[in-house]
């Protein structure tokens, strides 16, 4: 069998910088290839450099498609090939329906005048082919993030498509919709369609995958058969990382001590349809020295909760106690609730989390400014003092902390996030999806640093979607589901099975209320 | 995943800081040209000192509400109806000082309390209401510009107490003995204030330097202190030459001046460009970031009465068309200077410089006796260009 596509000996440089050296990649038709590596590795610009953004001239080698050598001048001549590339960025237009952004460039018009029915008739085809069960007319904006995933590829189907490109498709989705979604790239394999699959996540590249490439420092160094031998994840993360990464989480010894942050009958409802109550009474609590998970599908209310307790920042309607160390409060602003003590490091960074355009010295301290400002007038060298320090100890790597944040790696972006909350010096650190679109080798520092949180004697609590990342880090895992704790285990004791289960089941009562009531009644 | 993160190669110090420097001077060195420019063509008549201190006097009013105009840009907001505030205000005064007879002190004071009320009300609906910035102001520009008509009844009201006027017309009182037509003391302000500059920055540098923090290259700093302290002291020299310093000319170098400092070095300044980059992040930090919007437009509002009153003073009289389009000097004063229409960057040095450049231009080109409809198109075509060079400059 020949490649349907092949890059011969690329090499890409910038300004002195080489981001690939010598690659060669191929992919045949009907195959999903995984490509793998840390961020920064190169995969990226061989996928730009693949799709033409980076135009042929700028970079050395050949690329090969169906037999014949390509050269791209922009990524409309790839496209017309059918090489498309989705992007990590879903680019969604989020106020247009389902059918208008399948069909944005292309509608199918006669002389001019878009055809509504055949937009409607094709897009329905597409959805179906996607497995997308929604109306055309349905804006993006309430779709879930898994679901834009699904219209994006949908979108790709619409053009003539031969290879499909996905740059880490399921980083934002929950285990269901990333299910369905590695479940599609299958039925693509099986049209021929050959595709090129970046992940992090090495559970379903094993799935998947029938080859995998491993990049590092802009190198290929490892490439994998997956019909031939079976599929190590060690092995795939010794090459990644270059190190043995026999332990993916640290060790820790807890040392947990008195309860520092207690939650009691916690209700909030939503703040556009105040009649929804989307955090159902729940009793939650953490102790010092203590990192404790909550698990759970996306959309179960764990960030709405965490917000909430969170100076009210997320919901109306909010009641219950809250206590840290034993005294009771209220924490009517953000203000308040980093003054007490507490502090929540978003699951979205880049949105909520930095000022992009701002360097890391202003990142860092801007959550404390007090600490660098007597008489409210800042002192710029305690804070050039404190924010390297920051930057040494988290060892963030910029060129100097007057970096801008939007330059640096999603890794580094998230220390700086962290540094932010740490300055606070809080009691308790919510932290939700820390390692969100992060590296292998950057997640194992962030479990580090939550490590060396809890030594220090605060509360952590982390929210995560990733199942693994819970059962390695936390002491105790509290399952939330539809906006109640449906579950709680201790870390020795879980496992995926066991949190999926309370997931489960507590989704199919939901669906019967009359049963659940009637079974709740028995003695 | 980011292709951004490698690291960028080491470039020769030197060469590194006078990179950086040129795009932060960028639109000073415009300034420079554009006034080298005009001079030449002008015959030598822009730098005379009566044409200096009428270019100061012209557009005084542009730059104080463009300190205010700043804040409100950097927060990602506009604020359409400063030029209607301004006369609207000036309009009251007026009817205060002239038709009331009310103690100027007391109008003056009650003037700015309006600006800041009106500020209030505007700023109320777009911090706290969420009501676009654009469609707010764009309310308030009508609003008062009618009222403005109303209280003067379509007609111009004045003269304004001699007192008043001075705020516009006056000069600082002359202490030392008139040495020809220099008046030594301005020359001795200006020559203070040169020292002043030069040994701040002189301080702060080796005061950075103990720190062990990285400085720039010593020539360009002596370099740098020898070019600024030159032309505070050239400056002083021809206004001094011709009726010493204007008082305005006092208000708006210490308007400057604090508005530069809170700008660059307080908790609320660096708040209003956090609210500005990033305003969810900012409100997650802890930042009430309504409230400082409201607070920019409270701001705003005061100055635009402040600038109101100088105009007023200036023309010694209300006329229903006052402020007619100040608006649209002091936003693309604002943008030539630097600021960025999406919020959160912004300098108040470089608001400053682009209103001399607009400034230098209106009077430039009078003087060439172009006409008032040729200027606009060169003013318009500036404002494009500036904000391209800009663009251009991020992108790379």
Redesign the interface.
Same mark, same amino acid.
């Given at each position: 069998m020949t490649a349907m596509l092949e890059m011969r000996n690329v090499s890409k440089s910038?300004?002195?910088?080489q981001?690939l050296r010598d690659v060669n990649f191929s992919v045949h038709a009907g195959q999903i290839h995984a490509l793998v590596g840390e =961020?920064?590795a190169?995969?990226? *610009?061989l996928m730009k450099v693949l799709s033409g953004v980076y135009p042929a001239g700028s970079y050395e080698g050949t690329i090969v498609f169906e037999g014949e050598e390509r050269r791209f001048r922009d990524i409309n001549d790839s496209e017309a090939l059918g090489i498309i590339i989705i992007h990590?960025e879903l680019a969604l237009i989020p106020l247009m329906s389902i059918a208008e952004n399948i069909f944005l460039s292309h509608p199918p018009s006669k002389f001019g005048v878009i055809d509504r029915d055949e937009v409607y008739r094709r897009t329905r085809e597409l959805l179906a082919q996607v497995g997308l069960k929604e109306s055309p007319d349905t804006l993006i904006t309430d779709l879930g993030v898994g679901k834009q995933q699904l219209v994006e590829i949908a979108k790709a189907l619409s053009k003539r498509v031969r290879m499909l490109i996905l740059?880490?498709p399921t980083a934002s989705l929950n285990e269901a919709d990333s299910a369905a979604l590695l479940e599609r790239l299958m039925a693509f394999r099986e049209q021929g369609i050959g595709s090129i699959l %970046?992940s992090h996540k090495l559970n379903e590249v094993a799935k998947v995958a029938d080859h995998i490439t491993v990049l590092r420092d802009g190198r290929t160094v490892d490439s994998i058969d997956c019909h031939a031998e079976p599929i190590q994840e060690d092995r795939i993360i010794r090459s990644m990382v270059n190190r043995d990464m026999a332990h993916r989480f640290p060790e820790r010894s807890a040392k947990i001590g008195e309860p520092v942050m207690t939650v009691e009958n916690w209700s909030v409802y939503h703040p556009i349809h105040p009649e929804r109550q989307v955090i159902k009474n729940v009793n939650f609590g953490v102790k010092r020295g203590e990192v404790v998970g909550i698990a759970g599908l996306m959309g179960a209310g764990r960030t709405e909760f965490a917000m909430s307790l969170?100076?009210r920042?997320w919901g109306t309607n909010i009641s219950g106690h809250l206590r840290l160390e034993g005294r009771e409060i209220a924490l009517p602003?953000?203000?308040a609730?980093?003054d007490a003590g507490l502090a929540?490091v *978003?699951e979205d960074r880049k949105?909520?989390?930095?000022?992009?355009?701002?360097d890391v010295r202003?990142n860092i301290t801007?959550?404390s400014?007090?600490q660098v400002?007597p008489g409210?007038?800042?002192d710029? %060298?305690a804070e050039?003092?404190i924010a390297s320090d920051y930057r040494n100890r988290m060892r963030i790597?910029c060129?100097d902390v007057y970096q801008e944040t939007g330059?640096?790696?999603?890794g =580094?972006q998230q220390k700086v996030v962290l540094s932010?909350w740490l300055m606070t010096d809080p009691k308790v650190l919510i932290l939700d999806e820390p390692t969100r679109?992060i590296?292998v080798g950057a997640k194992y520092e962030i479990y580090c640093i939550i490590n060396e949180l809890a030594e220090a004697g605060r509360g952590v609590v982390v929210i995560s979607s990733e199942m693994p990342e819970l059962l390695g880090i936390c002491d105790r895992i509290c399952v939330m589901n539809d906006g109640a704790f449906v579950g709680e285990f201790n870390g020795a004791d879980a496992t995926q099975e066991k949190i999926m289960r309370a997931i489960m089941r507590n989704e199919r009562s939901n669906s019967v209320p009359e049963a659940a009531e009637m079974g709740g009644s028995q003695p | 995943? @980011?292709?951004? @993160?490698? !690291?960028?190669?080491e470039e020769g110090r030197h060469g590194g800081f006078i990179k950086n420097n040129l795009r932060n001077y960028g639109m000073l060195m415009s300034l420079i040209a554009i006034m080298l420019f005009f001079q030449v063509m002008t015959g030598g008549t822009l730098l005379q000192p009566l044409n200096l201190t009428n270019l100061v006097l012209q557009n005084s009013y542009i730059v104080i509400m463009a300190l205010g105009m700043l804040l409100v840009i950097v927060t990602g907001h506009i604020d359409l109806s400063v030029g209607s505030v301004a006369g609207f205000i000036g309009a009251v005064a007026a009817l205060l000082m002239v038709t009331y007879k009310v103690d100027y002190t007391l109008a003056f004071i009650a003037c700015l309390a309006l600006g800041a009320a009106i500020g209030a009300a505007q700023g109320y609906w777009v911090a706290y209401f969420k009501i676009p910035s654009f469609i707010v102001t764009l309310a308030g520009m009508l609003v008062f510009k009618g009222l403005a008509l109303a209280v003067l009844q379509g007609q111009s009201l004045g003269p304004f107490p001699a007192t008043f006027q001075k705020l516009s017309s006056g000069f600082i009182p002359e202490m030392l003995p008139e040495a020809g037509t220099l008046h030594p003391t301005s020359m001795l302000i200006g020559a203070v204030l040169a020292l002043g500059l030069v040994y701040a920055s002189a301080k702060g540098r080796s005061?950075?330097q103990s720190?062990g923090?990285e400085v720039e290259p010593y020539a360009f700093f002596l370099g740098k202190s020898i070019l600024l302290a030159c032309a505070v002291l050239y400056f002083t020299y021809l206004i001094a030459s011709h009726r010493g310093l204007p008082n305005v000319l006092v208000i708006m170098t210490a308007l400057i001046a604090l508005y530069g400092f809170v700008t660059r070095? @307080?908790?609320?300044g660096?708040?209003i460009?956090?609210v500005g +980059?990033?305003a969810?992040?900012?409100?997650? !930090?802890?930042?009430?970031t309504e409230w400082l919007t409201f607070l920019t437009f409270v701001n705003m509002g005061v100055l635009a009465a402040l600038a109101g009153l100088v105009f007023a003073a200036r023309l010694n009289t209300a006329t229903p068309k006052a402020g007619l389009g100040f608006e649209l000097d002091v936003i693309a004063a604002c943008f030539i200077g630097g600021a960025s229409a999406y919020g +959160?960057?912004g300098r108040v040095g470089g608001a400053v410089v682009g209103a001399m450049i607009m400034g230098v231009m209106n009077n430039g080109m009078s003087i060439l006796g172009i006409g008032i409809d040729y200027q606009q198109v060169i003013k318009g075509l500036v404002l494009l260009g500036a904000v391209c060079i800009d663009v251009y400059n991020q992108r790379r």
């Open positions: 910038f300004a002195g910088v981001a =961020n920064g190169g995969k990226s *610009t990590q740059d880490e %970046i969170f100076g920042s602003s953000v203000a609730a980093i929540y *978003t949105q909520l989390g930095l000022i992009l355009a701002d202003k801007l959550a400014l007090d400002a409210k007038v800042i710029d %060298i050039l003092k790597r060129s330059q640096l790696s999603g =580094n932010k679109g590296d | 995943m @980011t292709d951004k @993160t490698v !690291s960028l190669p005061r950075e720190h923090i070095r @307080t908790v609320i660096r708040q460009y956090a +980059g990033n969810k992040a900012a409100s997650l !930090s802890g930042i009430k +959160g960057v």
